[in-house]
């Protein structure tokens, strides 16, 4: 049995191809997700293929040519392509009515029953950890198992949803085989970035699921139900053993609190520094209220090149409201100290919280400027199903039950300025951060400072893009 695991909708495409000022592209690298379901797959003897729509240059092709060769194709329906999710499924059906299409992902573990319901194509859809219920569904397929009998999935029976048993965490994340990275060694991730790596050959690595804090305007701990779990640090360090046995030569911390647990965090620095890593490692959603020196050291020892903080705002209603514990100090502080460190840093800012006004935005806005950071995101505060303020204005009669994501928004009494408003002051605040002459020196001389020119590289391409003197 062979199947096509697909990773991405026609949604999320222009967000990688498509130019736009201010380094807002997304990173892309390997999609941690599906390459573990391949890999659970072929372990348990099947064949499997990985269609990634973010970085295919013609997926449609892609998918018009496995439908011929596959039995099962498996789509993965992240936070906000569900009806693109929807239109694919249909598509694949259109192709080959008979063949089964299975769907999993945040939207399906937040969703649940819905999820099918609201992808009408979908035969099957997976609620939770999907390693080993996809070797279930397979034997489902196959006749030798009953889909009433395995945890985690919904699925059509007549003209009904039906389920089956509860869906069930994987606790031991040791028990996992690693990611089948053969699957997507068709892509050049490292290439598609905006960073100019200079070691291109990248992959992603996740050391743990779930996430053991409750930001407010984050879902993330919804999807995992509140299930925080971690990899062992042998483990973890196995796997980056076989990674430098692939030739990689980057690597995506996938999770984003690879630091909340210092102790451990320290363990596997120190593992990556006795091995000699030749690793260059980009370490993302970090938290600014993480002060320990030792441990920034160590990890620009052990390979960390890039770093991202959520930083939120400038103002310390907004970041109180947000559910974060650090303070404006603390951000000023870590900022400062990662940027003598020689790290490449990214921080990310929220526009339009209820009672922001002009004032709180100019303040975020000047708050970034005033900081070493190398590039910055402005985005308008979303409300997610299942966040602390999705909860809220559901609860105020603010936003519906079906409403997925939704942005703030003086329409629905979420903000006092409309979504529009709150996106120009979003583009003001990366026109005002990255067309400053203080910023040009900074990345000067960071660029002498590391021995390191690539981000001057990037900006100067991202300034010529965006003031028409060179065309993408």
């Known amino acids: 049995m062979r199947f096509t695991l697909i990773h991405g909708t026609d949604q999320a495409r222009p967000m990688f191809h498509k130019k736009r000022f201010g380094f807002s592209q997304l990173p892309v690298y390997p999609p941690l997700g599906v390459l573990y379901l391949g890999s659970m797959l072929e372990q348990a003897g099947y064949d499997a293929e990985i269609i990634d729509f973010f970085i295919d240059k013609d997926p449609y092709a892609s998918i018009d040519k496995s439908i011929l060769q596959s039995d099962v194709i498996g789509l993965s329906v992240d936070n906000t392509s569900s009806e693109e999710a929807a239109q694919l499924a249909q598509y694949i059906k259109n192709k080959d009515a008979d063949i089964p299409v299975v769907i999993g ?272 995101v402005f985005n308008p505060l979303a409300y997610n199903y299942g966040s602390g303020i999705w909860k809220d204005a559901y609860a105020q009669g603010k936003i519906h039950s079906d409403t997925y994501q939704t942005f703030a928004d003086k329409e629905l009494g979420l903000s006092p300025f409309t979504r529009n408003e709150i996106s120009r002051y979003c583009q003001w605040g990366l026109q005002r951060f990255f067309y400053r002459p203080q910023y040009l020196t900074h990345i000067l001389t960071k660029a002498l400072k590391t021995d390191d020119s690539r981000w001057v590289y990037s900006v100067i391409n991202e300034l010529m893009l965006s003031s028409g003197l060179r065309k993408n």
Request: net charge positive.
């Open 105 to 376: 992902g945040p939207y399906c573990s937040l969703y649940q029953e819905r999820a099918l319901a609201n992808i009408p194509s979908a035969d099957v859809s997976v609620d939770g950890d999907g390693e080993h219920t996809i070797v279930n569904i397979a034997k489902a397929f196959e006749g030798t198992q009953h889909l009433s009998d395995i945890s985690g999935v919904f699925y059509r029976k007549n003209s009904s949803i039906a389920h089956g048993k509860p869906a069930e965490p994987i606790r031991n994340l040791d028990s996992i085989p690693f990611p089948a990275r053969h699957l997507v060694t068709k892509y050049e991730y490292g290439k598609s970035s905006k960073l100019f790596m200079k070691k291109p050959r990248l992959t992603s690595l996740a050391t743990a699921r779930g996430c053991p804090f409750r930001c407010k305007y984050c879902h993330y701990s919804s999807v995992w139900r509140p299930y925080f779990r971690q990899r062992s640090v042998e483990n973890v360090m196995i796997e980056f053993h076989e990674i430098i046995e692939q030739g990689y030569q980057s690597v995506m911390f996938a999770n984003p609190v690879f630091l909340a647990h210092k102790k451990r965090a320290h363990a596997i620095l120190d593992e990556l520094i006795a091995m000699g890593s030749p690793l260059e490692l980009f370490l993302g959603g970090n938290r600014t209220d993480i002060t320990d020196r030792t441990l920034y050291e160590k990890m620009r020892k052990a390979g960390v090149k890039y770093i991202s903080f959520g930083l939120v705002s400038g103002n310390q209603d907004m970041i109180e409201f947000s559910g974060k514990q650090h303070t404006v100090e603390q951000t000023r502080k870590i900022v400062g100290l990662c940027d003598e460190l020689g790290f490449f840093i990214n921080g990310s800012f929220y526009l339009g919280g209820p009672f922001e006004d002009k004032n709180h935005f100019k303040k975020t806005i000047e708050f970034a400027c005033s900081l070493p950071l190398d590039a910055v």
